[in-house]
């Protein structure tokens, strides 16, 4: 089970090792837990919002952290909800809140990718071979007056840079999982769970000698002595 004193003594190596915060995205969360969050307050946007989180993912913010470090940039806090944005902020702000909101009750409607859809994706060819059985597409709505969101029933966790995102399912038989999307309705399915999301991300930094390792790498794509 995570615990906080266990994800942060594994947070720290990773913060020594790389000290001068070089992995990519690691400058923005610094290898560092934000403070939970407050049970009542997660009760309070599933109330309002007609939702529930699954319960792992509910544990590691109310217990752990409120997101900080993890994959890529990140885990976006959920602290943030009531003011979740990249909208831009203007008189049409909180319309476009409320109905992303509304769509987080929404069923995540997903179709597995066929073979010849992969190049109207973002996702590899490559990747796709591999194991085609973790690729997805958005199930459009019939009615084009429909207004729907290829995210519909996710929540998004953090972001990958560029275009892609990692969200945790809310709704259908998905629910619980984690997806990366290419925001165009694509989706690859990334864990189980979140708890296998996130362990899998610590595993990575637990593991010091691969750790180095890939951080090497990622400078040597700037060393151009």
């Not at 071979?129 to 459009?140: D, G, H, L």
């Amino acid at each position: 089970m995570l615990t906080r004193e266990k994800v942060e003594k594994i947070l720290d190596k990773a913060r020594e090792i790389d000290s001068k915060l070089e992995m990519f995205g690691a400058e923005k969360h610094r290898y560092k837990l934000n403070p939970p969050v407050p049970e009542a307050f997660v009760r309070d946007v599933e109330k309002k919002c007609g939702f529930t989180l699954p319960n792992d993912y509910r544990r590691f913010i109310t217990q752990v952290g409120d997101g900080g470090a993890g994959p890529d940039y990140g885990i976006d806090p959920f602290r943030g909800f009531w003011k979740y944005g990249y909208f831009q902020e203007d008189r049409f702000a909180e319309q476009r809140r409320k109905e992303w909101r509304r769509s987080l009750t929404l069923p995540f409607s997903v179709r597995p990718m066929e073979p010849d859809e992969i190049g109207e994706y973002a996702f590899s060819k490559e990747a796709y071979q591999r194991q085609p059985e973790k690729f997805f597409v958005w199930v459009e709505p019939e009615k084009e007056s429909d207004d729907r969101w290829c995210t519909d029933g996710s929540y998004e966790l953090g972001t990958c840079g560029c275009q892609w995102d990692h969200i945790l399912v809310l709704n259908g038989e998905h629910r619980g999982r984690v997806f990366t999307t290419d925001n165009e309705g694509g989706f690859a399915l990334d864990a189980y769970s979140f708890n296998e999301f996130y362990t899998r991300y610590l595993e990575g930094l637990a593991d010091t000698k691969a750790f180095r390792e890939r951080l090497e790498q990622w400078r040597g794509r700037f060393d151009h002595r």
